[in-house]
């Protein structure tokens, strides 16, 4: 996936999306499996805000049935089947547990029943073709096992849990790199630190998009039959597209704080309890989500009037987040460490009701931008990273009304990096096939990151270590993981390359040494000066 430079571009392109997250990435691939040439442009590195940001929960939808939103349900449990269907080796189930209370609502008989419902509209939604780990069964455990999974709960007055499966998104930066990498194989032109300061419409048919390429510090001029800005939490940005849509400017913005700490519990399961608002002003679910050697606690949720403006009480609010987790989990005492921070931002609405978690926008929207012209410049609201697939489809068909946008799952293509046949065994083979090279750690780490894409990188950036029948070092391992991640994947910086390539699960840089190998390879790459390679270094932060 080589860098679009605008650059004598005198086409006049199908669509052109701005925003690299997980809709603007998701909308490139559909397009272009649809045949429709997108050009995406991203204003920063991909996947960098609120789409790596979450608890990178795939909501399976049975949260939904305690209000009978059934269409919410089976939206949901479409979405979580598109997920696994199409990131064999990046999404995986997430058995959930809630304690069980009483004999109404919180009880076993209600959970029982409402997990009845859901295998039955399951079966309708999956039929005979979604039908990745249907084994997964809810259940209701004993308040023995309950106790066994999470010891704090030993002393607790509960009659067992509930347990159920969403799945979770183990790196969604890749999931995000790897539809790129296929938009791109099918035509796609994609580039990121391309930012878009302006459109204007130049005739009935064509727009013209103004677009600053911070590299090489240069303006162009694209032209472009339709846009999707898929920008996150820039919906308001007017782009000189005025005046901004009354449905825009009723919508608030709302942040969202998750805490990465060490692993809590020897389980893999996510946890849900009820807490006390420090404040007194209501309670909240807290979630804990296990995700690989961490627990996310999560999730804070606050007003963010300006997101560009420094936020002076993050640190207090961070340790007053996670004292409330902690006392939630009888870990007060304990001084748990806190590893980082993920910060990410949704769309709510000005309704008035107190907490900001209340006020989170229920739906996505698609507004039309243009009011002489509807249908060639939408703005993308999107919520939740789990329904980005259907979102951008009705998104694509509001663009291009006389065309039939097929779903994704039509295909036979599956995204660059994932597997047709089983992960697991796949994993399997490559160990096998490099044994004695790669240490099983090694094998892992790449796997997960590149998946069936792995033998390539193996051939182009690691076959002369491997020539030599050697154990590798993770010295040279990681050196040939970053010339693939600056050839292949657009890396220009260091962080980039450290929290969105090579460290997408590490809350904190590679130790000192190998830090410093990394770097330099990096800099011998891209030609860096000693003051530009000081000055990533000295910008590596979480």
């Not at 419409?201 to 911070?214: G, S």
């Not at 220009?492 to 000192?512: A, E, G, K, M, N």
Request: aromatic fraction near 10%; charge should be positive.
């Amino acid at each position: 996936m080589k860098r679009y430079s605008p650059e004598n571009d005198t086409t006049i392109h199908d669509l052109i999306i701005v925003g690299g997250g997980i809709y603007g990435a998701s909308m490139a691939y559909t397009s272009a499996l649809n045949g429709i040439s997108p050009v995406l442009l991203e204003q920063d590195d991909f996947c960098e805000h609120t789409s790596a940001n979450s608890q990178k929960v795939i909501h399976g939808g049975l949260r939904y049935l305690q209000t009978l939103d059934i269409k919410r349900v089976v939206e949901s449990i479409r979405e979580k089947q598109r997920f696994y269907h199409l990131f064999p080796h990046q999404v995986k189930p997430l058995p959930c547990l809630l304690p069980t209370s009483g004999y109404t609502m919180k009880g076993n008989e209600a959970f029982r029943l409402a997990f009845l419902m859901y295998g039955t509209i399951e079966k309708l939604v999956c039929g005979n073709k979604l039908t990745k780990n249907l084994n997964k069964r809810p259940e209701i455990l004993s308040r023995q096992e309950v106790a066994r999974r999470f010891p704090h709960m030993a002393e607790e007055n509960i009659r067992g849990g509930a347990l159920w499966y969403d799945g979770i998104c183990l790196e969604p930066e890749r999931v995000v790199i790897g539809l790129l990498q296929s938009a791109a194989k099918l035509g796609g032109k994609i580039a990121n630190q391309m930012k878009v300061v302006k459109i204007k419409r130049r005739t009935r048919d064509h727009l013209a998009v103004f677009v600053e390429d911070k590299l090489e510090k240069k303006t162009f001029c694209l032209l472009t039959k339709k846009i999707a800005l898929c920008t996150g939490s820039w919906f308001q940005d007017d782009l000189e597209l005025r005046p901004l849509p009354v449905e825009l400017q009723k919508l608030s913005l709302i942040r969202g704080l998750n805490v990465i700490v060490p692993s809590l519990f020897n389980s893999a399961t996510s946890f849900a309890t009820k807490v006390r608002n420090a404040k007194g002003d209501g309670s909240r679910f807290l979630f804990i989500v296990p995700w690989k050697n961490y627990s996310i606690e999560g999730t804070h949720w606050e007003d963010c009037p300006d997101p560009s403006k420094p936020w002076e009480a993050k640190d207090s609010t961070v340790q007053e987040f996670h004292l409330t987790t902690q006392k939630a989990l009888r870990e007060e005492n304990n001084q748990v460490s806190i590893q980082s921070t993920h910060v990410g931002y949704v769309p709510g609405t000005t309704d008035g009701k107190p907490m900001a978690s209340d006020r989170i926008l229920g739906h996505y929207k698609i507004v039309d931008r243009e009011e002489n012209s509807p249908g060639d410049v939408i703005q993308v609201v999107g919520v939740k990273f789990t329904t980005a697939f259907d979102v951008v489809l009705k998104a694509l068909q509001h663009l291009f009304p006389s065309r039939k946008v097929k779903d994704v799952l039509s295909f036979s293509n599956l995204p660059y990096g994932s597997p047709a046949e089983d992960s697991n065994q796949l994993f399997r083979l490559y160990r096998t096939r490099y044994l004695g090279v790669l240490n099983h750690q090694q094998c892992k780490i790449a796997f997960q990151l590149f998946g069936n894409a792995l033998p390539y990188v193996i051939q182009f950036y690691l076959t002369s270590l491997i020539e030599k029948g050697q154990p590798i070092s993770d010295h040279a391992f990681y050196t040939g993981l970053t010339r693939y991640c600056v050839d292949h994947e657009m890396t220009f910086h260091l962080d980039d390359l450290i929290y969105r390539r090579l460290f997408p699960d590490s809350p904190c840089p590679p130790d000192p040494e190998l830090l410093t190998t990394i770097s330099d390879e990096m800099a011998r790459l891209l030609l860096w000066t000693p003051g530009q390679l000081e000055q990533e270094t000295s910008q590596l932060s979480r």
